[in-house]
């Protein structure tokens, strides 16, 4: 017999809605960097919209993690695992506004800016979407293995930045790049790196809720 | 026997049957001084059965019987020579239903110093008066010491039989369930007064709450069909238990 099959269902739900948090996040990094690469106004103005749905993903999940704890009394790996996702959630959301920033990038430029492109800013956009994509598969299965592999996957994110960098740096020395482009391109870069680092800090919670250490620190 | 070893009491391969039903299997354990361990685990599993054995309360059931040993300040307490008394003298035992006698507030403390034959007026006072206070209820009943225990509520009865523990200057306390039948005011005060206990006592606790057990215990022993299965300190067993049954029992899979 299955004891606790209300508690058991709950958690199940929890990493279920952690998904699909994830999923809408990731989409958002895609049409935000699809926005500003095509100046696609309004792709940028609906993506802005569809964050509204990550931050009510965090707050229902947020209430559902506080009730578990109120109502179940978790201990040991179920109370790790309720406060990884409390955690987490925090994670996806900044996640969910930095793409949200990428699109208000779209809608501050001007129309005249003569885009500057370059296959970089879509390689990084895809490292950084592997890593979230990594990092929530490596929750769901409790893989220590994946969760380190987002941790390390960061330094290719980074590299991809300094590359846009040294690439934009050398365009405008040579006026092949409008200067207001420029610093857009820069922030969306900037925006991808930021997304990058916050995988890496969902990685560092699967780590938690595993073993019960955060940055090699014991917790619980 | 006063004593000051750190593990002040060792149980080695302790087996008991009643009849030929075996209850407690090879049980090896030692329980520090001083703390507050905890003895939890599913209905049946021999936990109260090894708390009662601690101070030879299982001597009173028929056909119960014991091998290994249960060593306190290095005497084993089944050896031979062993004053029974003078064991649960020092190993005192509160019951999961407060039990108070049908006498007086006062007479119920004083009760076990009577029969010790303390006689002088003022030293029983002295003492009742102390363990009234230990126990946190001297406050409450100050004014009506001569009143019959029965008229206590069943939080206020079950510190009077705390009280009437400790006015022996007991070592060790043996609580079984102590709050299991006390609403949830009565049973604060009962974790306050143990969390205080602790500092003169050696205490030994059965309960079911797990939450009780992780607030007030330092060490915790989880119990499975007669056998110990874990016995580690309380924020151990609640965070990263050894044993997949432990794990399952505290998160409630089952039990």
Redesign the interface.
Known sequence: MTYRAKFEQELEDLKLELIKMGDIVISNINDGLKSFLSMDITLAEMTIKKDKMVNDYEKTIEKKCLQIILKEQPVAKDLRLITSVLKMITDLERIGDHAADISKMTIFMQKSLKPYVIPHMKLMTEASQKMIKKALDSFVKQDLGLANAVINDDDEVDAYFEEIKGIVAEAIRHNEIDADYALYMMMVAKYLERISDHAVNIGEWVIFSVLGEHNHNVIF | MNCSIEKNIIVENLNLYYGTKQALFNIDMEIPRNKVTALIGPSGCGKSTFLRSINRMNDLIPKCRIDGSITYCGENIYGQGMDVIDLRRKVGMVFQKPNPFPMSIFENVAYGLRCQGVKDKIELQKTVKKALVDAALYDEVKDRLKENALSLSGGQQQRLCIARAIALSPDVILMDEPTSALDPIATAKIEDLINELKKDYTIIIVTHN??QA?RISDFTAFFLMGELMEFDETSKI????KHQKT?DY??????
Not at chain 2, 238 to 241: A, D, E, L, N, T
Not at chain 2, 250 to 255: H, L, S
């Open positions: 797990m939450q992780l609640f965070s990263h238990p794990e505290i998160t409630g899979r089952f039990g």
